[in-house]
């Protein structure tokens, strides 16, 4: 994908931005259709601080986390209500009630969603299951979302600095 023409071309006028192309990359890296583009970005970007450059792109990151937050706590939350009636997660909530297993649910919860936030992979499955299945507060999501989304970023950037 990246070897054709116009994609190679789309992705050197987001570098020619400086900063604010690196802000829309961050952007693009929390949505599943748009990560890979993200990716070749911060994989080919060619910047003095790397630092700096993550988190700006964990602030477009976040940006755009919290818009997939706000429509799916909108939109959605019906759905996980009705998700919560069904048979099979009554089921599973029964064996996790207890407190020790409700804590492990918990933390494996955060935990599997917090790798996919950092990862480029789509961050709406992630943030849909903290949105729907937690009762996260949106504070505390936009500390998760910068956070892990500048670690993934500054991966991505450290990498392509030894290409």
Not at 14 to 26: D, E, H, K, V
Not at 45 to 68: C, E, Q, R, Y
Request: glycine share 8%; proline share 1%; aromatic share 16%.
């Amino acid at each position: 994908m990246f070897s054709n023409a116009n994609v190679h071309n789309f992705i050197s006028k987001l570098g020619n931005l400086s900063y604010l192309g690196t802000f829309i990359a961050g952007m693009f890296f929390a949505f599943g259709f748009l990560a890979s583009f993200a990716v070749g970005f911060f994989l080919t970007v060619s910047t003095k601080n790397i630092f700096l450059t993550a988190i700006i792109g964990g602030f477009g990151a976040l940006i755009s986390d919290l818009l997939i937050f706000s429509i799916i706590k909108s939109q959605f939350i019906d759905e996980f209500r009705r998700l919560e009636k069904t048979k099979i997660f009554l089921e599973i909530n029964k064996i996790f009630s207890q407190s020790y297993f409700h804590r492990i649910k918990l933390y494996l919860m955060y935990i599997f969603a917090g790798i996919i936030i950092a990862s480029p992979l789509p961050d709406e499955v992630g943030v849909s299951m903290l949105a729907g299945l937690t009762k996260i507060k949106t504070s505390i999501l936009a500390i998760l979302s910068f956070l892990l989304n500048t670690l993934g970023i500054f991966i991505l950037l450290y990498l392509g600095s030894y290409r």
